[in-house]
């Protein structure tokens, strides 16, 4: 997969790749700033920040897949610095009956400020990037999840301090959540250990691009030593959206569900993390992800609050 660089003149957020370690860690305090001010003020939910750093702009958001928290809390996003987001299903646009993703682009263009795109295929998120003169966030892909672990890494850091060389541990399908954690390892400088079946590692290439940029990037059949000493494990669905072979998926993933065992192998004080929706006693038992070391609530929380500074990101504010 190709390593988009910004194009044109905008900023569009295609993936934690395209980003510079600069960028990466003002979205990342910016949204540290925003939580604080809104936890100070001790809002309600449907405040606008008395500043509406996005007065006046309008958000287009296409969901081609379902969603609960992407959607929610860019929405709520928008809403509370004071801008505007239209929310477009696919099957209820003429992009759902074949009008091209370049035309929908152009159009929407004209209409909005920003896009935000839930795609199938990643490759169409690259073309409306292409097609689009205005930012284009990803939110999600067959490839990737950056808006996601852009969160996560909020969280970690939350809980663990900075995340520069603490060790990550991802145990499970080597799927879009899995990518977008190796291009964070590049960027953010922490290392990351995947645990998959061979017929379920992450693309190869990634691992190399991440492996060639300095990171510390390892990939291994064996659940148990990817977790030693991790500060944080993380796992996802053994069956993404898109994904037709659920039976046997859950079969080949099953050795590799995170479970109280595999917690007590990483450092004690380690975390859980699951992007959620999860599946419990498929990919994590219930007694983890509803355990004391799970901080999946704050985690889903803070989508809201990265959602914000990507946001300003894209729009230079
Ligand atoms: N984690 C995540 O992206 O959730 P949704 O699919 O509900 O948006
Ligand atoms: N890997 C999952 C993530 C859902 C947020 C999927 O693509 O369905």
């Known amino acids: 997969m190709a390593h988009a660089k910004l194009l044109k003149d905008h900023r569009h957020f295609l993936d934690i790749s395209s980003l510079t370690p600069e960028d990466a860690r003002e979205i990342i305090e ?21 500043d509406a750093p996005l007065k006046n702009k309008a ?36 992009l759902g009956r074949g009008e091209s993703v370049s035309d929908t682009a152009q159009v929407l263009s004209g209409f909005v400020d920003a896009i935000m795109l839930r795609a199938n295929s990643h490759a169409d998120l690259l073309e409306m ?27 970690f850091e939350e809980h663990k301090g900075n995340i520069a ?32 079946p061979s017929d379920y590692s992450p693309i ?3 691992i190399q691009w991440a492996q060639n940029n300095g990171a510390k990037v390892t990939l291994t059949e064996d659940p148990n030593a990817a977790v030693i000493y991790a500060d944080c494990v993380i796992t996802d ?20 569900m995170v479970d109280g065992d595999l917690m007590d192998k990483a450092d004690k004080e380690a975390i859980f993390m699951h992007c959620l929706p999860a599946h419990r006693g498929e990919e994590v038992s219930a ?3 509803d355990g004391p070391k799970s901080v999946i609530w704050d985690e889903a929380e803070n989508r809201l609050h990265i959602q914000k500074a990507i946001l300003m990101w894209c729009f230079g504010k």
């Open 30 to 50: 910016t949204a540290k700033t925003l939580k604080k001010a809104a936890k100070k003020q001790n809002q309600s939910k449907g405040f606008v920040h008395p």
């Open 59 to 94: 958000l287009a958001m296409i969901f081609e897949k379902s969603s609960t928290r992407t959607r929610v809390s860019f929405e709520m996003a928008m809403h509370q610095l004071g801008g505007k987001s239209v929310v477009l299903q696919n099957h209820d646009m003429q």
């Open 129 to 155: 990037a292409e097609c689009s003169s205005v930012p284009i966030i990803n939110a999600l892909t067959d490839f990737s999840h950056p808006c996601q672990i852009m969160a996560d890494v909020l969280t």
């Open 165 to 196: 060389g603490k060790k990550i541990a991802w145990s499970g399908d080597g799927n879009n959540v899995a990518i977008s954690w190796i291009h964070a390892a590049v960027l953010f400088d922490c290392e990351l250990s995947l645990a998959c």
């Open 204 to 206: 190869a290439q990634e």
């Open 237 to 256: 669905t053994f069956v993404s959206m898109g994904d037709d072979d659920a039976d046997q998926r859950l079969k080949d993933l099953s050795p590799y």
């Open 287 to 289: 007694d983890v992800i």
